[in-house]
């Protein structure tokens, strides 16, 4: 097969560079990105690794297809044990530096250690080292990009953390240059702790070329995206014009999932933020360019330039902390990339935190003076700033909403919602079941991207019937067959992660869940020949491994479940959500059975054959590890 690329092993501690070959087998079984990671780090990582300590490993890894032709293919997959669920690590990122790290001949990186001052890692064309960063150290990402670039060329590719990162903030992100974050689960957090400052790629000039056959299949299915009916407005837009329909569907996240409607929606809707892009940008390869350059030209946010945010970060920094002005919250998202910190999960330390000041379990003496009231954008500055730095009060949010609420009692744990320690992202759970269900079993904690419960609100009934046994499938209010659905999707994602392709095109414009278009590509690309279920298998694959890893890790499955907000108080506002609340318990039930798992939500040995993951199958409780 072609585009097996080479794994690159760091030890920060020893300082020494090895390189090796991955086996074809190890890709056929788990592809790339997301797969390989999950064998990697169920290879090298027990209990007892501590996530903030050098035993922790930070892996890297590209999709299969990942700087080919193949459209969209810029992702790159990072890893670890999380220091924010202390289970399952995982974060994908697009623009452009996966690309390079393949055309560097990379498909992995495992970073080991933990260096002795701060460090940059440098692979080049001819060259991998490690240099002095010392420099560096105490920048936040932006300045630290801009330095790197000035003194190595524009045309470098940058992995890059902010004082997030460096001071350990448990759900920092890493950038990569200015523009895109791999956000989740607090992967800056792990660098930083490894005194890794940047991760700097210098790739061959040049893309590959495919054969004419390939090219074909590419052309293709690049028409199929562009002809798709909601390639225009995902094109101008992205996912950010679905703000108001959010909020008409009684979805949105508003002040901690207080309510699900938002009087601003309108304010913070994408067509509104449209008015400060200047212009469009793209990931590699990609042909919906859905990112955007922003600047805010007069006002107290005068000379912000940035990324206009998708929909999760506007409800986050807005909706879910009542925040309704546009050129703030474009302004604080930037500010939480150049922070280093996950701008989903700060957004929820805000929201948890500015609930507690409005019920008067935290007043003005705990926090530092910032009065934490709703839609204040100064006080969420002050405090995202406190945050990265780990001052005052924020050194108390910068754990999470568990811990968090923990270190603060006073009944502040009823507040702090979260999955497995992880923050929600934007859609309220008791409007959309089969979302409520991903975020219950997600293999990282309470989210959506990496489940895509999509067809819940796109499919007609005939499809759900097709698909799932039953149309209420794709009936966001009605609980049946949405076990069966979370496990399609769920599978169809972990694929698309591990092929390096961005989920946006595929599931977003397409809402294509079949799989056998990137099953052509795959075929055309690499020489692989596979079919769409052959790739579902491999999703089912890369879900049970994950799910291993987490049980070993300390899951249990009483932590399948969600907040009491959401399965015991109904929601009140006016709409198609009113009256809504989740049996959370009964879908969770379903879905271990659609997985085969037994009642305890743990892989049978019969599951575990069935995918060729027998060399784990001591894991499991008839394998006679019990824990």
């Not at 409005?358 to 839609?375: A, K, M, N, P, Q």
């Amino acid at each position: 097969m072609e585009f097996v690329g080479r794994l690159l092993t760091v030890d920060l501690s020893e300082e020494r560079v090895e390189q090796s070959d991955l086996p074809e087998s190890l890709v056929r079984r788990f592809l790339g990105g997301r797969g390989i990671n999950a064998w990697l780090l169920a290879k090298n990582l027990g209990p007892e690794v501590d996530p903030l300590g050098p035993e922790n490993v930070l892996v890297l890894s590209c999709g299969l297809l990942t700087g080919t032709e193949a459209p969209a293919s810029s992702r790159l997959h990072v890893g670890a044990r999380s220091p924010l669920t202390g289970l399952l690590g995982s974060s994908n990122v697009g623009g452009h530096f996966g690309a390079a790290l393949r055309a560097a001949g990379y498909q992995a990186v495992v970073v080991r250690g933990r260096a002795s001052r701060p460090v940059l890692l440098w692979i080049g064309e001819e060259d991998v080292e490690l240099r002095d960063a010392g420099d560096l150290w105490g920048l936040d990402s932006r300045d630290a990009a801009e330095r790197i670039r000035s003194e190595l060329g524009d045309g470098v590719r940058l992995f890059v953390i902010g004082p997030g990162g460096e001071n350990r903030v448990r759900y920092a992100c890493i950038m990569t240059g200015t523009r895109h974050a791999a956000g989740r689960t607090g992967m800056g957090a792990v660098m930083g702790s490894k005194n890794l400052k940047a991760i700097v790629v210098s790739a061959p000039k040049g893309r590959p070329k495919a054969d004419p056959r390939a090219r074909q299949v590419v052309r293709a299915y690049l028409d199929r995206i562009r002809n798709a009916p909601r390639y225009e407005i995902y094109a101008r837009y992205s996912n950010s014009a679905f703000v108001e329909w959010a909020d008409e569907m009684g979805l949105l996240a508003t002040q901690n999932y207080q309510r699900v409607r938002f009087e601003g929606a309108s304010r913070i809707d994408g067509k509104r933020l449209i008015d400060y892009v200047t212009r469009p940008r793209s990931c590699y390869r990609c042909p919906v360019h859905c990112k955007a350059e922003i600047e805010i030209k007069r006002g107290r946010y005068a000379g912000t330039r940035g990324e206009r945010p998708d929909i999760e970060p506007i409800v986050n920094l807005g909706a879910k902390c009542g925040l309704d002005d546009p050129e703030a919250l474009l302004y604080l998202y930037n500010l939480a990339g150049d922070l280093g910190l996950d701008a989903i999960s700060v957004a929820g330390v805000l929201a948890f935190a500015m609930e507690l000041y409005e019920r008067g379990i935290v007043t003005e003496r705990d926090t530092d003076g910032v009065r934490l009231t709703w839609g204040n954008a100064e006080a969420m500055e002050a405090m995202m700033r406190r945050i990265a730095r780990r001052e005052g009060f924020g050194a108390v949010l910068a754990e999470g909403v568990q811990r968090a609420a923990r270190l603060i009692g006073r009944g502040a744990e009823a507040y702090a919602l979260h999955v497995k320690g992880m923050e929600l992202t934007a859609y309220d759970p008791r409007g959309a079941l089969g979302s409520a269900l991903g975020y219950a079993v997600s293999t990282r904690g309470g989210d959506w991207t990496s489940v895509y419960a999509l067809p819940e609100l796109r499919w007609d009934p005939e499809e759900g019937r097709e698909w799932f046994g039953t149309e209420k499938a794709v009936d966001r209010l009605a609980a049946e067959g949405k076990g069966a659905l979370v496990k399609r999707t769920m599978a169809v994602s972990a694929v698309i992660d591990s092929l390096g392709m961005c989920k946006v095109p595929i599931l977003s414009v397409l809402c294509d869940f079949r799989l056998e278009n990137e099953a052509e590509l795959v075929a055309a690309l690499t020489g692989w020949e596979v079919s769409g279920e052959e790739l579902a298998l491999v999703g089912e694959r890369i879900l049970n491994l994950e799910r291993l890893f987490d049980l070993r890790l300390g899951a249990k499955p009483e932590d399948d479940d969600l907040p009491d907000r959401f399965t015991e108080e109904r929601v009140t506002d006016p709409g198609p959500t009113q009256g809504m609340v989740v049996d959370i318990q009964k879908l969770v039930g379903d879905f271990y059975t659609a997985m085969g798992w037994d009642a305890e939500g743990r892989p049978t040995l019969e599951k575990l054959r069935e995918l060729g993951l027998e060399d784990f199958a001591g894991e499991t409780a008839e394998g006679g590890h019990g824990g």
